[in-house]
C-alpha cells in the first residue's frame, strides 16, 4: 500500500492525498503526502483537510437518517409535512435516494447563492422536479445537502453543519466537517487540475444540474475561505481520509444508527441509468450501492466506502489534485490483496 501510494502521489501534478483504510477493529492504513498549496509552499500533513466533492453526501444523510432512528423524521410523509414551501410532490425518502427530481434550478442564478442558504433554499423549495419524484433516480449533484439539511434544520433546529459536528462526527472522532470555521481553514488543502475534470454526460439536464449556481469546478472559488466556511453540504465538506473512513469504520462497528436503520439505508432503494449523469447505478438512502457494498465517490477522484461482502473493511482516498477514480480503485485492490480478498 505504501509503495503504491506513493506511486500515486507521483503521478499528481497538483497537491497531494491521503489513504485510510480500517479492517478487523483497528486502523491498518493511515498515509499522506504531497503538498496541501498549489504552490507549493505547504505541505500535506497528517491533519490537513480537503473537500472530496460528493464524497460529502452520506454525511449529510447521516443527519436525516439519525433524526428517522429517533422517530422525529418519517421517511414515508410529503417533505411538505416538515417543509410547507416545499412543492415538489415528494418524500423525504425520495430525497434521501435522489428520487425527487429535484437537480437543477430553471432560474439563472451566481455563485453568491451558495453563501445564502435561504435564498437556494427558496429556489428549491420552488421549483418544478425534472420527473415525477419516484419515477426515476438521478444524483442532486449540487443541491442534496440543502434538501436534506433544510429538512433537518426544520426538524431539528440546527443547520446541518452544527447538528454533523455535534451528532456524528464529535461521538465518532471523525475529521470532518461541513463548514470550515477560522481556526481551521489553514488546514485547508488546495483543489487543483480542475480542467483534468472530464464530463460524466453530455446531456442538457447534466450541464443544468451541474453549472447553476456556477463556480463549483473553479479554483478561485473552491479555494477562497468563503466557499470553505459555506455549508454546501452535497460537495464541500472537508476532512482527512481518516476522518472519510471513519463514517464507514463507526458504521461496521454497529456505531451512529440502529441495525435497523443501517440496514435500511444501504439497502437498494432504486437502481438503473440515472436521469442526471447518465450511468448505471443504485441508491440507499444516501449511499451509492453495489454488490460489495456502500459508499460514495467524489468528483475529481476521492472515494470513501465500506465492503461487506469481503472482510468488512473501511476505505477512504482523498486528493487535491483532479482526476479519474483509478487512483482510489488501485490503492482499495492493493488492500484487498493484502487482505486477500479478490480485486473488484
Request: proline share 5%; aromatic share 8%.
Amino acid at each position: 500500500m505504501r509503495d503504491i501510494f506513493a506511486t500515486v502521489l507521483g503521478e499528481q501534478r497538483g497537491t497531494g492525498a491521503a489513504v485510510a483504510a480500517w479492517s478487523d477493529g483497528r486502523w491498518i492504513v493511515d498515509l499522506w503526502g504531497g503538498t496541501a498549496s498549489d504552490d507549493g509552499s505547504r505541505l500535506w500533513q497528517r491533519d490537513s483537510i480537503v473537500m472530496p466533492y460528493s464524497v460529502s453526501k452520506p454525511f449529510a444523510a447521516m443527519c436525516a437518517l439519525i433524526l428517522v432512528d429517533r422517530g422525529r423524521l418519517d421517511l414515508d410523509v410529503p417533505v411538505q409535512r416538515y417543509w410547507p414551501e416545499f412543492t415538489a410532490p415528494a418524500t423525504v425518502r425520495h430525497v434521501l435516494s435522489h428520487q425527487a427530481g429535484v437537480v437543477a434550478l430553471d432560474v439563472p442564478t451566481d455563485t453568491d447563492a451558495f453563501y445564502d442558504w435561504d435564498r437556494l433554499c427558496a429556489l428549491l423549495a420552488a421549483q418544478r422536479p425534472a420527473w415525477p419524484p419516484g419515477t426515476a433516480h438521478g444524483e442532486s449533484a449540487l443541491f442534496y445537502g440543502h434538501l436534506v439539511g433544510e429538512i433537518v434544520r426544520r426538524v431539528d433546529g440546527r443547520a446541518l453543519g452544527t447538528f454533523l459536528r455535534e451528532e456524528v462526527c464529535q461521538p465518532a472522532g471523525l475529521d470532518f466537517m461541513v463548514g470550515v470555521p477560522p481556526h481551521e481553514q489553514d488546514r485547508a488543502v488546495d483543489i487543483t487540475c480542475l480542467g483534468d475534470i472530464e464530463r460524466s454526460s453530455d446531456s442538457e439536464l447534466y450541464r443544468r444540474a451541474t453549472s447553476n449556481p456556477p463556480g463549483t469546478r473553479d479554483p478561485s472559488v473552491v479555494n477562497s475561505a468563503a466557499w470553505r466556511a459555506a455549508e454546501v453540504p452535497a460537495i464541500n465538506g472537508h476532512g482527512t481520509a481518516r476522518g472519510v473512513a471513519g463514517l464507514y469504520a463507526a458504521l461496521l462497528r454497529g456505531k451512529l444508527l440502529s441495525p435497523d436503520m443501517l440496514r435500511e439505508a444501504v439497502s437498494k432503494q432504486c437502481s438503473g441509468v440515472d436521469a442526471v449523469f447518465d450511468h448505471e447505478n443504485a441508491w440507499g438512502l444516501g449511499f451509492s450501492i453495489d454488490d460489495e457494498g456502500f459508499g460514495m465517490g467524489g468528483l475529481g477522484g476521492s472515494y470513501g466506502g465500506a465492503s461487506t461482502r469481503a472482510s468488512g473493511y473501511a476505505f477512504a482516498f482523498v486528493t487535491g489534485t483532479m482526476g479519474t477514480h483509478a487512483r482510489a480503485e488501485r490503492l482499495e485492490n492493493a488492500l484487498r490483496g493484502c487482505l486477500g480478498v479478490p480485486a473488484i
